[in-house]
């Protein structure tokens, strides 16, 4: 059957299921996803005007590919399998665009050839490709992880395999999945000396998308190393607080509530996920024509207001255990603001928010507007 994305005409074999995440070769709910990654490869390329070649590690269809090089990029297609390489050559060829496209394992070919942008865009953890990528990536590197529930703690012995940290499955559990994987990345760079920099992430539907700026000197290695740490967490109060290093150092009881049932996860990521300059440019990319504009141009707008904080809450939990009313979204962040602290918005959904007020300055401000 054919579709059509970003004005490229594809062929995509079989019958496709909307919605269907284990779609082989082209999977509708990722458009938002492509359209992003091409407005982030339009705005890199004004950030970095060296930029010019591209690699579609797993290129299935090759949708990304083809739309990239319809953008002017030097692509490089590549797939393990035989039947999707035969069909990223002709999605090429219907579009009269060109492109090498390799039957090769990605991990060998990313060994052997340097790019200035890779994108992993693989079905499950990209942490086996992460290594071979940081070897030989130039300028920015691109991820994807569709295996949420091991990231996020909810499957655990597989988070901590794949990931090698300890994921905890907390009521901020998007925002954990997206710092487990960060630092994971950061660990895989330091390896080959290189540093990284999150300059466009989100977690969106079943996914997380995190586009990382390269820095290849040691020194840039270890400052990404000292941006990893632990996050402790009561489940009794839900009280939370972060620790820089590589080292935990636990809580043995509560500082807020006294009680010992306390979670310890890491190492994360604890530095600035999102540069909201670039963010805005990203969304400044997004042309009307792309179908998911709408969607992309909100999330844009939502990230670059965005607090940077390494956990987040929900407004409607916190009020049902305190057994309070919950008022609209809009009036809490006002009453938290006009109590002095910060607070936006999470991109997560409609009643997540971050803030650098604790959880007990969060209630204060929520009873003191109830009187």
């Not at 004004?46 to 030097?74: F, H, K, N, P, Q």
């Not at 297609?77 to 394992?105: F, I, P, Q």
């Not at 998007?174 to 992430?201: H, K, N, Y």
């Not at 300059?277 to 992309?296: D, K, L, Q």
């Amino acid at each position: 059957m054919r579709v059509t994305e970003g004005e490229i005409e594809l062929e995509v074999p079989g019958e496709q299921t909307e919605g269907i995440e284990e779609s082989v070769f082209y999977n509708p709910r990722q458009e938002l996803n492509r359209d992003l990654t091409i407005a982030t490869l339009r705005a890199y390329r004004e950030r970095e005007e060296r930029a010019e070649t591209y690699l579609d590690a797993m290129t299935a269809s090759g949708i990304r590919g083809v739309r990239a090089a319809a953008d002017g990029w030097d692509v490089t297609c590549c797939d393990v399998t035989e039947e999707a390489v035969d069909l990223a050559r002709a999605n090429l060829e219907r579009n009269d665009l060109e492109a090498a496209v390799k039957h090769r394992n990605a991990n060998a070919l990313m060994h052997d050839e340097v790019y200035d942008v890779i994108d992993l865009d693989p079905y499950g953890t990209p942490m086996p490709f992460a290594d071979a990528a940081f070897s030989n990536c130039r300028d920015l590197l691109c991820v994807t992880a569709t295996d949420t529930a091991p990231m996020c703690g909810a499957h655990f012995n597989s988070g901590v395999r794949s990931y090698s940290a300890v994921p905890q499955n907390t009521d901020y559990h998007t925002e954990m999945g997206i710092r487990i994987l960060i630092s994971a990345l950061a660990r895989s760079g330091a390896r080959f000396d290189v540093g990284i920099e999150p300059i466009f992430t989100h977690a969106t539907s079943h996914y997380v998308r995190t586009y990382l700026e390269l820095e290849h000197k040691p020194t840039a290695a270890d400052a990404a190393i000292d941006e990893l740490g632990y996050i402790y967490h009561c489940e009794d109060c839900l009280y939370r607080e972060t620790d820089v290093g590589m080292i935990a150092d636990p809580l043995e009881t509560c500082p807020h509530c006294g009680g010992n049932r306390l979670l310890t996860a890491g190492p994360v990521w604890l530095g600035p996920i999102q540069d909201p300059e670039f963010v805005a440019a990203v969304r400044n990319e997004i042309p009307y024509t792309f179908e998911t504009a709408p969607e992309a141009r909100e999330l844009c707008d939502a990230l670059v207001a965005e607090l940077d904080e390494p956990t987040h809450y929900d407004q409607h939990k916190l009020c049902r255990t305190w057994g309070l009313p919950a008022n609209a979204m809009d009036e809490f962040l006002a009453d938290l603001q006009a109590a002095g602290f910060d607070a936006s918005r999470a991109h997560y959904g409609g009643t997540t928010f971050k803030t650098d007020a604790s959880v007990d300055e969060i209630r204060a401000a929520t009873e003191a507007n109830l009187v």
